[in-house]
């Protein structure tokens, strides 16, 4: 079936099984921020927004997205500058592979206003797994990100 | 693999009718997973779209929610705070912030996981699941439409919505699993106590969500002590072995967390 959407703003055409996934069309698009995790909407690595949600890419279908405006990392660089510079300043990046998962989680927290505590953070956070760096790091990064 | 959207209730109804052994799409977060393991010839029919089934209202002390709400919505929705504080205190532990933007409410009950946290809050609450097909709608009790073990009496129909009457007097919510949040539970109870007086139900204590009719009867009567307590519940739970907890565990975290429920009940 032929898919049409925008990611990050460009209009994508797919040419695709009903059952592919998301995570697959957009990596194949050349968004590969966005990570091949557990595949099973446990670890968050495939985060990415559509219609203004974050969601598991690993879940979606590739129907699910017709018409749908779909955001990744790539397409929020200038958004997200300063939780990235929060990341690093930190040392919450070990791997990395879990990193823009975080990053997107941590900008759909802040932006809708979220409170800068370590529990409300923590609780945040619920739905990104990360396997290197405790969390401890991650955590504190996104509490002192510069606003 | 056949794909078909449906844009209204009517072309829904009218595609599940030619389609019996279709597969229905809406968060996908089960579906996902089902397909891996679907006949390469299956159909899908994507509800996500139908107006019909989205919103929440309230109408004569009864919360009607539709089956398409997503699980944030319940979280955020201020009236489901204030007049359902049990689901909303379901709706926090359920899944992780990007599943509960997936998940729906008609996706957890039409799974029939005997896991399924919403769906046993839900049947504390003496929730009515509403059913549509090609020839109208009906109204069942949730606790009813089960039949068993991933069984439901869903016959050519998809479900609309759910009505709760209106949370009164002290409940209490509790979920235990392996992490505080996106796990799937060993056992979770949902109690409310009303003018009607105890209503109790589970999850993962059977091979659907279970109400307490035991145990209920003998807390109306004022019966408190511990050994009747389990006594009754292990007549009205029946938790399979299974791979993540044993038998006597649930039952053992299920008898605490009764324990815990009538000695520090939430109020509204
Ligand atoms: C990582 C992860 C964590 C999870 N955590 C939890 C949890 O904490 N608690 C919990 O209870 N569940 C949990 N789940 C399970 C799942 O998210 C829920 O059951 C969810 O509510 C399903 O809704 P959905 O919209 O995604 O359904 P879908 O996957 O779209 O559909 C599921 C099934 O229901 C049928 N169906 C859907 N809607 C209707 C309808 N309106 N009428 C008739 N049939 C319908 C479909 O045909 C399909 O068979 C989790 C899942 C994942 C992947
Ligand atoms: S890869 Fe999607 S949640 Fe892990
Ligand atoms: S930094 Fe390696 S998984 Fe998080």
């Not at chain 2, 689901?87 to 729906?104: D, K, M, P, V, Y």
């Not at chain 2, 279970?210 to 009754?232: Q, S």
Request: aromatic share 6%.
């Amino acid at each position: 079936m032929q898919i049409t959407c925008t990611i990050n703003g460009k209009v994508h055409r797919f040419d695709c099984a009903p059952e592919s996934r998301v995570l697959d069309l957009v990596r194949e698009a050349g968004m590969t921020s966005v990570k091949a995790g557990c595949g099973e909407g446990e670890c968050g690595a495939c985060s990415l927004f559509v219609n203004g949600r974050l969601v598991n890419a690993c879940l979606l279908l590739a129907p699910q997205i017709q018409d749908a405006e779909v955001v990744t990392l790539e397409g929020l660089q200038e958004e997200t500058a300063a939780i990235r510079e929060s990341f690093a300043e930190h040392g919450a990046v070990q791997c990395g592979f879990c990193t823009p998962g975080f990053v997107l989680r941590a900008y759909d927290y802040l932006s809708h206003g979220g409170e800068r505590s370590e529990e409300a953070i923590k609780a945040a956070l619920d739905g990104n797994l990360c396997r290197c760096t405790g969390y401890r790091k991650i955590v504190e990064a996104i509490v002192k990100v510069k606003s | 693999m056949n794909y078909l959207r449906a844009t209204n209730l009517g072309e829904a109804t009218a595609l599940l009718a030619r389609y019996p052994e279709a597969l229905l799409l809406c968060g996908s977060t089960d579906a996902a997973l089902q397909l891996r393991h679907a006949a390469a010839t299956a159909t899908l029919i994507d509800i996500h779209a139908l107006e019909e089934l989205k919103g929440v209202s309230v109408e004569d002390g009864h919360m009607r929610i539709g089956a398409l709400v997503t699980l944030n919505e319940l979280l955020r929705s201020d009236v489901v705070r204030a007049s359902l504080p049990l689901l909303a205190a379901c709706a926090e532990t359920f899944g992780s912030h990007q599943i509960r933007n997936l998940a729906t409410v008609g996706g957890n009950i039409a799974n029939a996981s005997p896991a399924a946290d919403l769906t046993a809050a839900l049947v504390a609450l003496e929730a009515t699941v509403t059913l549509a097909s090609q020839e109208g709608e009906r109204s069942v009790p949730l606790e009813a439409f089960y039949c068993g073990y991933k069984c439901t009496k869903l016959d050519h129909e998809l479900i609309t919505a759910v009505t709760v009457p209106l949370q009164t007097g002290e409940w209490y919510y509790r979920k235990a699993g392996m992490r505080e949040r996106l796990n799937i539970a060993k056992v979770s109870i949902a109690l409310t106590q009303g003018h009607g007086g105890f209503r109790i139900s589970g999850a993962s204590l059977g091979p659907s969500p279970v109400r307490f009719r035991t145990l209920e009867a003998l807390l109306d009567g004022g019966v408190y002590d511990d050994a009747a307590i389990k006594e009754a519940l292990e007549s009205d739970t029946d938790p399979s072995g299974g791979h993540r907890s044993t038998k006597a565990y649930r039952l053992r975290v299920a008898f605490n967390m009764i324990k815990e429920a009538l000695s520090q009940p939430e109020e509204r």
